[in-house]
Structures are given as structure tokens and as C-alpha cells.
């Protein structure tokens, strides 16, 4: 089972910035939280990752809280092309990716 | 870089009939994973290979299901004889192990139908 849980669906308005929300409450300390997207009849994409500190990329930001129970994944300027299921993922090296079933998230015009 | 390929992209096939995958890597990763991907959940991992070596087929149903990777490279992932429950989008995935937390990058996918 995955060790994530993430609300199975969200609205987002175009242009403003989507805050999708992860909770890994059972993480261990040398596990990762890594963020996918997949878009329609795409295979995943890779967004972000990170351990303890935040991190940003040209894609997103990663906010991860201080006890590690929760992050958020947020994209600052939502497009329609946005559109998409986002998986939150715990990983460490050596393990496998456990995908649940992700957030579905809408970008509205 | 190129990514990973993967053909078909899509097939239709009557139950009990066989079907196979193919899929090439990116260049120089190792690590080869299969998985399934049934409507409307997350991607489930089926068999993970390090160069030619299996390294965990735990899910993988191996009464009809068998997959290889004779060379270390491409991969083929098979269906012998194929079932209505099939019917999914199996993705191939590939990573470089020996960069520290590297991700994996997955091909497009290609959409089983069985009817």
C-alpha cells in the first residue's frame, strides 16, 4: 500500500497557483518525498523531490513541513495544460515507487 | 536525451490470446521496471530488472505473464493467454541507480484491450 494519502480530486483556477496537499505521516527519516504528474494517455512525468528542505524548480515547488508528516506540491501560474492526476510518492533508494491512486486535478478557465 | 519507447501504443486482442510489449530504455539506465495501470488508479509495479537480472517480480503473475532482458537493454513484456482483467495501460519505466535519488522516467505506455 502506499504510504501517501492525497484528496482525490481538486479545482484549480487558471493562472492562480495550485496547492496540492500530501500526508506521509509514517515516513521514515531517509525517505523521500517525490511528486509525479501524469496528463491523459501520457506516461508519468517526474516534478520534484526532496528530503527536509523545501525545494523549487522550474516546474514547482516542494513544501515539506518540519516533521516530515506532510507536503505540499505548488504551481504558481496554473495552466490548462496542467490538467492532470498528481501522485505524492515516499521513496528511498532501493525501494519501489508505490502510486497510489493520486489527486485529479482540474484547471478551470 | 531520448526517452524511454515503448511499442505498440495501443492493441486489441480476444481474451485468450497472447500480446507482447516491447520497450527501450534510456540510454545507459540499468534499471528497467514494468508495470500496470488499470483504469482510474496508480501505475502498479509488475517486475523490476537490474541490467539482465530480475531483481523483483513479486507481483507479477507469473502463470501468464513473463517478461525478459536478454541484453541488459530492451525489454519485452508478455501475455500468454490474455484475460479480461488485462485489459490496462502498461507503462515501462527506466532509471540510473548509481546517481543519487534518481527518479524514474517512464514511456508513453501502451493500452491493452481485451475483448
Known amino acids: 500500500d502506499a504510504k501517501t494519502t492525497q484528496p482525490p480530486s481538486m479545482d484549480c483556477a487558471e493562472g492562480r497557483a495550485a496547492n496540492l496537499p500530501c500526508n506521509h505521516s509514517?515516513?521514515?527519516?531517509?525517505?523521500?518525498v517525490y511528486w509525479y504528474r501524469q496528463i491523459h494517455s501520457q506516461g508519468p512525468q517526474y516534478i520534484i523531490h526532496?528530503?527536509?528542505n523545501n525545494e523549487t524548480n522550474e516546474m514547482a515547488s516542494l513544501i515539506i513541513t518540519e516533521d516530515r508528516k506532510s507536503s505540499t506540491l505548488i504551481l504558481p501560474h496554473a495552466t490548462l495544460r496542467d490538467t492532470a492526476v498528481y501522485y505524492c510518492?515516499?521513496?528511498?533508494?532501493?525501494?519501489?515507487?508505490?502510486f497510489g491512486p493520486g489527486t485529479r486535478l482540474s484547471v478551470l478557465p | 536525451e531520448a526517452g524511454v519507447a515503448q511499442s505498440p501504443r495501443y492493441k486489441i486482442i480476444e481474451k485468450r490470446q497472447s500480446v507482447a510489449f516491447w520497450c527501450n530504455p534510456i540510454?545507459?539506465?540499468?534499471?528497467l521496471y514494468w508495470y500496470q495501470q488499470i483504469l482510474g488508479q496508480g501505475p502498479k509495479l509488475l517486475i523490476q530488472?537490474?541490467?539482465?537480472?530480475?531483481?523483483?517480480d513479486s507481483q507479477l503473475p507469473k502463470d501468464r505473464f513473463s517478461a525478459e532482458r536478454l541484453k541488459g537493454v530492451d525489454s519485452t513484456l508478455k501475455i500468454q493467454p490474455a484475460k479480461l482483467e488485462d485489459s490496462a495501460v502498461y507503462l515501462c519505466?527506466?532509471?540510473?541507480?548509481?546517481?543519487?535519488?534518481?527518479?524514474?522516467?517512464f514511456g508513453p505506455g501502451t493500452r491493452l484491450t481485451v475483448t
Open positions: 526532496g528530503l527536509k
Open positions: 540510454s545507459g539506465h540499468a534499471t
Open positions: 530488472f537490474q541490467n539482465n537480472g530480475v531483481v523483483d
Open positions: 519505466a527506466s532509471s540510473d541507480l548509481r546517481k543519487a535519488r534518481s527518479g524514474q522516467y
Open positions: 509514517t515516513i521514515s527519516g531517509n525517505e523521500y
Open positions: 510518492i515516499a521513496y528511498n533508494y532501493g525501494q519501489n515507487f508505490v
